[in-house]
């Protein structure tokens, strides 16, 4: 059975940083990329950043995070990171695991992180 668990969300001030953790098992981790999305209330869900597999690691970021999100995987963990620094008020929102196995999607439960002065 297919899980994705992230954790590490929360309140952070503007400026400040956080790192997501997503937690998989039930799959062959490596042989998968992965991403990490984002759903802010009343926006559609949004592709944040995406890491391919394996020991490529080649790694994409939608343009508003670049420069400020790094997305990392430990294969030997079967964890992908989301490293979020420079936060602003705009990355308030929901943030979800995707592992995308060919045209399947699993998806985790989601993290809450909220950027407030």
């Known amino acids: 059975q297919v899980q994705l668990v992230e954790s590490g969300g929360g309140l952070v001030q503007p400026g400040g940083s956080l790192r997501l953790s997503c937690a998989t098992s039930g799959f062959m981790f490596s042989a998968y990329p992965m991403a990490w999305y984002r759903q802010a209330p009343g926006k559609q869900r949004e592709l944040v950043a995406r890491?391919?597999?394996?020991?490529?690691?080649?790694?994409n970021y939608a343009d508003p995070v670049k420069g400020r999100f790094t997305i990392s995987r430990d294969n030997t963990k079967n964890t992908v990171y989301l490293q979020m620094n420079s936060l602003k008020l705009e990355d308030t929102a929901v943030y979800y695991c995707?592992?995308?196995?060919?045209?399947?999607?699993?998806w985790g439960q989601g993290t809450q992180v909220t950027v407030s002065s």
């Open positions: 890491i391919r597999s394996g020991s490529d690691g080649t790694t």
């Open positions: 995707n592992a995308n196995f060919g045209g399947l999607e699993s």
